[in-house]
């Protein structure tokens, strides 16, 4: 049955599309939204209710998009049955842009919305047990599990596509991957993970934990052991990691300092000199001191 959205300019208006029969499955400011038939659709024309189908949109993670469709098809091909008792992710397709009551009764079932995706999408944390339920409400069109191939970021991706088909959603092998300059990726968990098991894991292959934050590390892992960590739950992301590199040509736009450098017909080049600056907070004060101890404030 087709998704509608309908401007409504006065309760009159709501009423008169009530009565077509329609489906109401959410109100919004000036609008709701509603399932119908088509003989509904045509009701609310001939009434002069302006309603519009919304349009489809690709979902996008990780640098690459794809069709809900094709996650689904994926999923009949490759199924991925997270355990009952554990928290798993899943896509969860709404009928429109989520209302404030369909967030309440998705948390309601003891899940947790991570993000909120193109295409009317939200990505989920909850207990397998609970997705049926989930399901059945009248505004969720359709739930996938969030797959494997969907944290790999595009740019790892051997074929490089940021479009992905039903086949490239099925799974991800070590041949899929491309490892990045330096041989470093950065592999989140979603909140409440731990990444104790992801760096045992990955000292276990040879590979090597540059740094560790509560919720993603940074390491040099093989093609096959990024694979094998895409296919962990608790996995969010796994991204190409650059170190950082030093640069000094960012501070004279910030300061409105010349290009040219002239002040007053003087060309300062502060070629020679180290700067710091002190920031003396609660006071607010500053002091610019020139590395022969000058403070050059005075």
Do not use: C
Not at 151 to 156: E, R
């Amino acid at each position: 049955m087709p998704t509608l959205l309908v401007t409504v300019r006065s309760s009159d208006e709501s009423d008169t599309v009530r009565d077509t029969g329609v489906e109401v499955l959410a109100i919004y400011p000036h609008t709701m939204l509603v399932a119908a038939t088509e003989d509904q659709a045509g009701r609310l024309t001939e009434q002069g209710i302006e309603a519009v189908a919304l349009p489809e949109q690709a979902v996008r993670i990780s640098g690459a998009s794809f069709t809900f469709d094709d996650a689904v098809r994926a999923q009949e091909a490759v199924r991925v049955d997270p355990p009952a008792g554990r928290t798993a992710y899943y896509l969860v397709r709404l009928a429109g842009p989520p209302a404030p009551e369909w967030l309440a009764t998705v948390r309601g079932l003891g899940a947790t919305v991570h993000s909120s995706l193109a295409g009317f999408t939200l990505l989920v944390g909850v207990l397998p047990e609970r997705i049926e339920t989930l399901r059945a409400q009248s505004w969720v069109l359709d739930v996938t599990p969030f797959r494997p191939a969907m944290k790999v970021s595009a740019t790892l991706r051997a074929s490089a596509a940021r479009s992905l088909d039903a086949g490239e959603l099925s799974g991800v092998d070590a041949a899929d991957i491309v490892l990045p300059d330096q041989d470093l990726v950065e592999v989140s968990v979603f909140p409440g993970e731990s990444t104790h098991d992801i760096a045992a894991l990955v000292r276990s292959e040879g590979g090597t934990v540059l740094s560790a934050q509560p919720n993603s590390l940074v390491v040099n892992a093989t093609a096959a052991t990024l694979a094998r960590l895409a296919d962990r739950q608790g996995i969010q992301a796994i991204l190409p990691h650059a170190l950082p590199e030093p640069h000094n040509d960012r501070a004279t736009p910030v300061m409105g300092v010349p290009a040219d450098h002239l002040f007053n017909g003087a060309s300062l080049t502060g070629a020679g000199q180290m700067v710091g600056i002190a920031d003396t907070h609660p006071r607010q004060d500053f002091a610019v001191v020139a590395s022969n101890g000058t403070d050059l404030t005075r």
